[in-house]
């Protein structure tokens, strides 16, 4: 299969980088394409070739990536003289951006209707998992094109799950950003408390983590947080933008959920302050009101 693969990749961020990256390591033929080039210039000098448009991609490449940022950048790349009107019938084409169920949907259709084959695959591990090639993906489609496509997954994650047709993916990660959202607050609290009654966060971490509390913010972002480390795994702009899809798909089904409705007002807050280029775990900046 991998000398009949040119894989393309577009958008290379926090995340994307790491995982265009395992590509290359594995010897695949990758193309890359990204609005800020220098964005692209370590995969560059690794072997990577560089496409100057998602147009460029759709017509060399015949197994596409998107990791783009917004649902308006996925629409853009592969509706706006992009990849849905270039590719070669057979092509296989993987969103990996956390994007809006309702347009995985709409991907999925007019790429059937053009024989192409179309995944909805966002993740879940950020910057971590990106490198070491363990991310959570979850995936909406038809099953045989995701056993098609799955040793390219298995480059970049380690728990791969389909969830079920085209949007099953995307309804999927709304989950785990719902059970981020209130787990982000949660931890945020709890350090503002271990510090203001004198406690060492340090000591109280090693104590929770292992317990009933324990979670993956906890034990990969709450040290961070002690460290006053507000780098990005994950942008603060992009997990504000998961969560009011995931509040407007919520309100398309009647449903209230309080605890995302608060966390991303928090969020706002912090993106008002000047965050909004911080990593998550930037909120307890909120909480401690710097």
Avoid at 4 to 11: A, E, K, M, P, S
Avoid at 34 to 45: F, H, I, Q, V
Avoid at 73 to 80: A, N
Wanted: proline share 3%; with cysteine; hydrophobic share 40%.
């Amino acid at each position: 299969m991998k000398e009949n693969l040119t894989i393309g990749f577009i958008g290379i961020g926090v995340m994307g980088k790491s995982m265009a990256t395992h590509l290359l390591n594995d010897n695949y033929k990758v193309h890359v394409y990204t609005r800020t080039k220098t964005k692209a210039a370590e995969l560059l000098e690794k072997g990577a070739v560089w496409a100057d448009s998602s147009k460029a991609i759709a017509e060399k490449c015949n197994f596409i990536i998107t990791m783009v940022g917004y649902p308006k950048d996925v629409e853009e790349v592969y509706f706006h003289d992009g990849i849905l009107d270039h590719a070669r019938p057979g092509t296989y084409c993987i969103d990996m951006t956390t994007s809006s169920p309702t347009l995985a949907k709409k991907i999925a259709n007019a790429a059937k209707n053009k024989n192409l084959f179309a995944l909805d695959a966002p993740v879940s591990g950020g910057d971590i998992g990106a490198k070491n090639g363990q991310l959570a993906i979850m995936v909406g489609g038809e099953r045989e094109v995701f056993e098609k496509a799955l040793p390219i997954l298995q480059l970049l994650g380690t728990n791969i799950k389909l969830q079920g047709s085209a949007g099953a993916g995307q309804y999927t990660k709304m989950c785990n950003q719902i059970v981020i959202a209130s787990n982000m607050m949660g931890v945020c609290e709890a350090i503002v408390y271990a510090k203001k009654v004198g406690l060492d966060p340090n000591s109280v971490l090693d104590s929770i983590s292992t317990g009933a509390a324990g979670s993956w913010s906890l034990s990969n972002l709450a040290p961070r947080i002690i460290k006053g480390d507000y780098n990005p795994g994950f942008f603060v702009k992009h997990f504000i933008k998961d969560m009011k899809i995931a509040l407007d798909s919520a309100a398309e089904m009647n449903l209230h959920l309080p605890g995302l409705t608060l966390a991303k007002t928090l969020y706002e807050e912090l993106a008002h302050k000047g965050g909004e280029n911080y990593g998550t775990q930037a909120l307890i900046k909120v909480l401690e009101k710097e």
